[in-house]
C-alpha cells in the first residue's frame, strides 16, 4: 500500500509551519506522529498535496507542570509514560497511554495528534474531557484556546480551522490524592476500544469531593459524562450512586455495532467501564495500589 | 514530484539516497539498500515485522516516510551480528531458547527485544510480554520468544558483571 504523493516540507519554526499551513489551504495537513495520517494516507482515506512535519519543533515539545500542567503537542506517548514528574501527579496520563496501540507506536504517536485526530477510537480526548483540558490552538492569525469538552463535532469533524494546530494542552493539576482509573475494553493490544471510561475523584472522608467521567468510542465523538458530577458529588459511593452514574453514562452513548460488538453489547460494556473505573479510582483515592510496573522507563 | 536527497546511516554505514516523499522507510532500507531482513507482513503497522530501532528507538518501517529518517542512525537485522558473523547475544538466544520456527516474524522480534533491553536490562516476564506486544508470532505462541529475552537478558547482565 503506497500513498498518493505529496510534497513534505520541514520547517524550522512554529511559525514558518503556520505561514506553509496558512499558504497550504485546505491542500496541506500537519504531520506529528504520522501513526493515524500515514495508515490513512496508505488507504487512500486521506490523500494531502504537502505534509508539513512538526515533530522537530522545540516549541511543541515541553512538559511543564506547575499550578496547571502543560504538555507540548508533539510529546510522544513513550514521552508520557516515562515522565516520573508526570506520574507523580497526573497518573492516569501513564495508564491511559500504555492501553494506547503498543510499544512502538507509542514510540511515534504524539499527544497532539490523538487529541487533534478526531477519531473517536483515539483514547486521549475523553482523558482530556474527564481532566477538564484546555487545547491551544494557533494558526498565522494568532492564538486561541478551546475546552477538550467543547472541541469534537463529529468523527473528524473537530473545532480546529484550516491553518490551524493544536500546540499544547493544558489541564488544572488535579489535587494530591485524588484517585483515577482508566478501564480499556479491547479484543487485543493496539485494538481501540470497545468501550473505555476515564475517572478521576476525590473523597472527603466516606463523601465523594469531586468527581469527572468521561468516555472514549462510545459515540462519533468523546463523551463527558456531565450528570455524573451531580450524582456523585456529596453522596458517599454506594451500589446505588454507582447504579445511577452507569446510567448516566449508558443514556448518552450511542456507539455503532461493528466488529467490535452490537451497539447493546457495546452500551453495557460501557456501564461496566464506568463501573470499574469508579472503583477503582475510589481505592486509589484511598491512598492503596499506587505506583508502577514501568518505573523503570527512563523517558 | 521530485525526489529529495536525504543522509542515513544504516548499521553504522552511511547513505545518501533518493527518494520519492511518499516512500515508506521500508521500501527504501529493502528496494534501494537492499536489506531485505525487515520483513513486510500486514503492511498496516500491526504486525511488527518490519521493526527496526532508528535514533534509539523502536520504529515499524512500513508506517514512516524515508524522508522523516532524514539524518537518522538506523539499525535493522542485518547490523546485529559482528563483522565477523559472530551472532549477537539475542540471536544467539533466540537460536538456543528456540525462539522462532518459521522466522519471519524473528527479525522485528529480534530489534524490538534489542530496544527493551537497553532501557531496561533486567525485565520481567510481564515486562517482556508487555514490551514484545507489538510483534505478532503466528508459530511459537511466545514461550520461548519470551525464554530467549530472558536469557540474553541474564548473558547481556553476566557480561556486564564479569
Ligand atoms: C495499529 C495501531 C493501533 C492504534 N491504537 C490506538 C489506540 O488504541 N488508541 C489510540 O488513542 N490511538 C491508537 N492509535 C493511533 C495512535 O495513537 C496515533 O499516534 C495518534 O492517533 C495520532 O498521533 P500522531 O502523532 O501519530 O499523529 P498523526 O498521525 O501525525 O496525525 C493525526 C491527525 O492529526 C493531524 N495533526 C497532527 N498534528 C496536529 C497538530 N499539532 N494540530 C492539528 N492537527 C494535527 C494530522 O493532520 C492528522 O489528521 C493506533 C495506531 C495504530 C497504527
Not at chain 1, 469538552?149 to 490551524?164: K, M, N, P, S, V
Not at chain 2, 539516497?17 to 531482513?37: F, K, M, Q, S, W
Given at each position: 500500500?503506497?500513498?498518493?504523493?505529496?510534497?513534505?516540507?520541514?520547517?524550522?519554526?512554529?511559525?514558518?509551519?503556520?505561514?506553509?499551513?496558512?499558504?497550504?489551504?485546505?491542500?496541506?495537513?500537519?504531520?506529528?506522529?504520522?501513526?493515524?495520517?500515514?495508515?490513512?494516507?496508505?488507504?487512500?482515506?486521506?490523500?494531502?498535496?504537502?505534509?508539513?512535519?512538526?515533530?522537530?519543533?522545540?516549541?511543541?515539545?515541553?512538559?511543564?507542570?506547575?499550578?496547571?500542567?502543560?504538555?507540548?503537542?508533539?510529546?510522544?506517548?513513550?514521552?508520557?509514560?516515562?515522565?516520573?514528574?508526570?506520574?507523580?501527579?497526573?497518573?492516569?496520563?501513564?495508564?491511559?497511554?500504555?492501553?494506547?496501540?503498543?510499544?512502538?507506536?507509542?514510540?511515534?504517536?504524539?499527544?497532539?495528534?490523538?487529541?487533534?485526530?478526531?477519531?473517536?477510537?483515539?483514547?486521549?480526548?475523553?482523558?482530556?474531557?474527564?481532566?477538564?483540558?484546555?487545547?491551544?490552538?494557533?494558526?498565522?492569525?494568532?492564538?486561541?484556546?478551546?475546552?477538550?469538552?467543547?472541541?469534537?463535532?463529529?468523527?473528524?469533524?473537530?473545532?480546529?480551522?484550516?491553518?490551524?494546530?493544536?500546540?499544547?494542552?493544558?489541564?488544572?493539576?488535579?489535587?494530591?490524592?485524588?484517585?483515577?482509573?482508566?478501564?480499556?475494553?479491547?479484543?487485543?493490544?493496539?485494538?481501540?476500544?470497545?468501550?473505555?471510561?476515564?475517572?478521576?475523584?476525590?473523597?472527603?472522608?466516606?463523601?465523594?469531593?469531586?468527581?469527572?467521567?468521561?468516555?472514549?468510542?462510545?459515540?462519533?465523538?468523546?463523551?463527558?459524562?456531565?450528570?455524573?458530577?451531580?450524582?456523585?458529588?456529596?453522596?458517599?459511593?454506594?451500589?446505588?450512586?454507582?447504579r445511577a452514574t452507569m446510567d448516566a453514562a449508558e443514556a448518552i452513548m450511542e456507539p455503532v455495532s461493528d466488529g467490535r460488538g452490537s451497539r447493546e453489547y457495546r452500551t453495557k460494556m460501557g456501564g461496566i467501564m464506568v463501573k470499574r473505573a469508579i472503583e477503582q479510582a475510589a481505592m486509589r483515592a484511598d491512598?492503596?495500589?499506587?505506583?508502577?510496573?514501568?518505573?523503570?522507563?527512563?523517558? | 514530484?521530485?525526489?529529495?536527497?536525504?543522509?542515513?546511516?544504516?548499521?553504522?554505514?552511511?547513505?545518501?539516497?533518493?527518494?520519492?516523499?511518499?516512500?515508506?522507510?521500508?521500501?527504501?532500507?529493502?528496494?534501494?539498500?537492499?536489506?531485505?531482513?525487515?520483513?513486510?507482513?500486514?503492511?498496516?503497522?500491526?504486525?511488527?515485522?518490519?521493526?527496526?530501532?532508528?535514533?534509539?528507538?523502536?520504529?515499524?518501517?512500513?508506517?514512516?516516510?524515508?524522508?522523516?529518517?532524514?539524518?537518522?542512525?538506523?539499525?535493522?537485522?542485518?547490523?546485529?551480528?559482528?563483522?565477523?558473523?559472530?551472532?549477537?547475544?539475542?540471536?544467539?538466544?533466540?537460536?538456543?531458547?528456540?525462539?522462532?520456527?518459521?522466522?519471519?516474524?524473528?527479525?522485528?522480534?529480534?530489534?524490538?527485544?534489542?530496544?527493551?533491553?537497553?532501557?531496561?536490562?533486567?525485565?520481567?516476564?510481564?515486562?517482556?510480554?508487555?514490551?514484545?506486544?507489538?510483534?505478532?508470532?503466528?508459530?511459537?505462541?511466545?514461550?520461548?520468544?519470551?525464554?530467549?529475552?530472558?536469557?540474553?537478558?541474564?548473558?547481556?547482565?553476566?557480561?556486564?558483571?564479569?
Amino acid at each position: 500500500m503506497i500513498p498518493g504523493d505529496f510534497e513534505f516540507k520541514q520547517p524550522a519554526s512554529k511559525d514558518e509551519a503556520l505561514s506553509m499551513l496558512r499558504d497550504g489551504g485546505d491542500d496541506a495537513r500537519p504531520l506529528l506522529g504520522g501513526q493515524s495520517l500515514i495508515p490513512m494516507m496508505k488507504l487512500r482515506m486521506a490523500s494531502p498535496d504537502i505534509l508539513v512535519d512538526l515533530r522537530g519543533l522545540d516549541d511543541l515539545r515541553h512538559i511543564s507542570i506547575g499550578k496547571s500542567i502543560h504538555i507540548g503537542a508533539a510529546v510522544t506517548q513513550h514521552e508520557l509514560i516515562g515522565s516520573e514528574e508526570l506520574f507523580n501527579v497526573c497518573p492516569i496520563i501513564r495508564e491511559t497511554a500504555l492501553v494506547i496501540a503498543d510499544p512502538q507506536i507509542r514510540y511515534s504517536g504524539t499527544i497532539g495528534g490523538n487529541v487533534a485526530n478526531g477519531d473517536p477510537g483515539n483514547d486521549m480526548p475523553a482523558l482530556m474531557q474527564c481532566l477538564d483540558a484546555t487545547y491551544i490552538l494557533e494558526s498565522s492569525e494568532g492564538i486561541r484556546e478551546v475546552k477538550a469538552r467543547d472541541f469534537y463535532e463529529a468523527a473528524y469533524f473537530t473545532a480546529l480551522q484550516t491553518g490551524e494546530i493544536v500546540t499544547g494542552i493544558r489541564f488544572p493539576k488535579p489535587e494530591s490524592g485524588h484517585g483515577y482509573s482508566y478501564q480499556k475494553l479491547k479484543r487485543k493490544v493496539g485494538d481501540y476500544a470497545t468501550a473505555a471510561a476515564a475517572v478521576v475523584l476525590s473523597l472527603s472522608g466516606d463523601n465523594v469531593k469531586s468527581a469527572s467521567v468521561a468516555l472514549t468510542n462510545l459515540a462519533d465523538t468523546p463523551l463527558f459524562v456531565e450528570k455524573a458530577e451531580d450524582i456523585l458529588v456529596g453522596s458517599q459511593l454506594t451500589l446505588n450512586t454507582i447504579r445511577a452514574t452507569m446510567d448516566a453514562a449508558e443514556a448518552i452513548m450511542e456507539p455503532v455495532s461493528d466488529g467490535r460488538g452490537s451497539r447493546e453489547y457495546r452500551t453495557k460494556m460501557g456501564g461496566i467501564m464506568v463501573k470499574r473505573a469508579i472503583e477503582q479510582a475510589a481505592m486509589r483515592a484511598d491512598g492503596t495500589a499506587k505506583g508502577g510496573l514501568f518505573g523503570w522507563l527512563k523517558r | 514530484m521530485a525526489k529529495t536527497l536525504i543522509q542515513l546511516t544504516v548499521n553504522g554505514e552511511p547513505h545518501e539516497v533518493a527518494v520519492n516523499p511518499r516512500d515508506l522507510l521500508i521500501h527504501t532500507l529493502r528496494e534501494t539498500l537492499g536489506l531485505t531482513g525487515a520483513h513486510i507482513g500486514c503492511d498496516t503497522s500491526h504486525c511488527g515485522a518490519c521493526t527496526i530501532d532508528i535514533d534509539g528507538q523502536s520504529s515499524k518501517s512500513c508506517t514512516m516516510f524515508a524522508v522523516q529518517a532524514n539524518g537518522s542512525n538506523i539499525t535493522t537485522i542485518e547490523g546485529m551480528a559482528g563483522a565477523d558473523g559472530t551472532l549477537h547475544v539475542l540471536q544467539e538466544a533466540f537460536r538456543e531458547m528456540h525462539g522462532l520456527q518459521c522466522g519471519f516474524c524473528t527479525p522485528g522480534m529480534i530489534m524490538r527485544a534489542h530496544r527493551l533491553l537497553e532501557e531496561n536490562p533486567t525485565p520481567t516476564e510481564e515486562e517482556i510480554r508487555i514490551g514484545i506486544s507489538g510483534n505478532l508470532c503466528r508459530c511459537t505462541g511466545y514461550q520461548n520468544i519470551v525464554k530467549a529475552i530472558q536469557h540474553a537478558s541474564e548473558t547481556l547482565t553476566s557480561n556486564v558483571e564479569a
